[in-house]
């Protein structure tokens, strides 16, 4: 489980392909205190370390997730948003995150704020995901990019978020632009609840 603050952003020094999966090789600064088997979110994406030589480490990609996710457009030194898995006496400063990425977005519009950001996304518009809880609402929570934000002005297929200047610093929101493919989570809080809003039809 994770939160959805960023703790820094890891560079792709290596990426290899074998059958359906990717193995994908990544530098940052906490890499003497990962371990084998241990959880790290990529973009949102909860990947397991399978290797750690000198400063690097590896995870590795199935099919499935390189298919929902934009996993597959990462480059040799393309920066990835990473955060380890939450400690159980940790504050929840962002929101539930579970790694699981539902599906990819499109930004569509990036407008001035004075100062900050406001970043438009649009996803493919589905009734029968909406129902399943895939959808968003004024003021609730979104992941994007294994960040945690807040819903601004959604509607059935798009919604933006306000991103202000630290975040856009230290997160690969620097490197967004119109038409850059990014990560979606939706609220799990929504997805319960339309769950068993469908079970007591």
Known sequence: MFSGIVEEMARVTAIKKYGENVDFTLTCSFVNELKIDQSIAHNG????????????????????????????????????????????????????????????????????????????????????????????????????????????????????????PYTRENTNFADINVGTVVNLEFDILGKYIARLHDFQR
């Open 45 to 164: 994406v909860c990947l397991t370390v399978v290797s750690i030589e000198d400063d690097c480490y590896t995870v590795t990609a199935m099919k499935e997730t390189l298919d929902r996710s934009n996993l597959g457009t990462l480059e040799v030194g393309s920066r990835v948003n990473v955060e380890r898995s939450m400690l159980m006496n940790g504050r929840l400063d962002g929101h539930i995150v579970q790694g699981h990425v539902d599906e990819t977005a499109r930004c569509i519009s990036m407008e001035d704020a004075d100062g900050s950001t406001y970043f438009t996304f649009e996803y493919p518009e589905n009734k029968e995901m909406a129902l399943r809880g895939y959808f968003t609402v004024d003021k609730g929570s979104i992941t994007v990019n294994g960040v945690s934000l807040t819903v601004c002005e959604p509607t059935t297929n798009t919604f933006k978020v306000a991103i202000i």
